[in-house]
């Protein structure tokens, strides 16, 4: 199977590409528009800064690229926050493939960290992403911003409030948590998405 992952100096990609090893699956990194449009899969991971990441896709015209792309697409992270309409983070505009904006997580209690770092539940796993999922499996995250539950949102996790844990439209997916730093739940995730 022919997988690209995006690049877009984002940090945490190449812990992806080791997940994809571990499951057989030598990616290709690149930012070049013939590569991704010709891969199978392609994978849209990182983490980062919304208005930056998002100059280094303009630069490159891979903001309209990714939004053209027929094959099945997973954004991670940043990668889902920059699927959006919006991110309040650097106020940019983003994607736009889910119609809904990223909003910048602010704690109600003192016992709101932000960013929310580590462990949480999934709820309400949905979708073909989450193929043999019950609910309630642990995954990881790490993350400042969130996008609200709205149509597209296939799962839930709840912090400070309940937010979208994953995302699906048409051959679009996307998840804040890191299936890569999820240990079995996060290597069965990336498993489903490339048997889509």
């Known amino acids: 199977m022919n997988v690209a992952v995006v690049k877009y100096n984002a940090g945490n990609i190449y812990s992806v590409l080791h997940a994809l090893q571990r499951l057989g699956v030598d990616a ?7 590569t991704l449009k010709r891969a199978d899969r392609v994978i849209f991971p990182g983490q980062g800064e919304a208005s930056h990441a998002m100059s280094y896709l303009r630069e490159r015209g891979l903001d309209c ?6 094959q099945p697409v997973l954004g991670i992270c940043i990668g889902q926050q920059l699927m959006c309409r919006h991110s309040e983070e650097g106020d940019v505009d983003c ?9 910048r997580f602010r ?10 770092m ?3 539940q999934l709820e309400r796993p949905a979708a073909s992403l ?11 995250f790490v993350h400042s911003f969130y996008v609200p539950v709205c149509p597209w949102t296939v799962a839930e996790t709840q912090y400070i409030e309940s937010f979208s844990a994953a ?3 048409d051959n679009f997916y996307a998840t804040q948590f890191h299936p890569e730093k999820s240990g079995s739940v996060g290597e069965r995730i990336l498993r489903n998405f490339l048997e889509l």
């Not at 290709?28 to 013939?34: I, N, R, S």
């Not at 994607?95 to 909003?103: C, E, Q, Y």
């Not at 704690?107 to 929310?116: G, L």
């Open 107 to 116: 704690p109600q209690e003192a016992q709101h960290k932000v960013p929310h």
């Open 65 to 70: 690229l990714i939004r053209e792309l027929k």
């Open 95 to 103: 994607l736009g493939i889910f119609d809904v904006p990223v909003l």
């Open 28 to 34: 290709v990194l690149t930012d070049d528009a013939e």
């Open 167 to 169: 995302l699906h439209r």
């Open 118 to 120: 580590g462990w949480n």
């Open 130 to 140: 989450f193929r043999g999922f019950l609910g309630g499996e642990f995954v990881y």
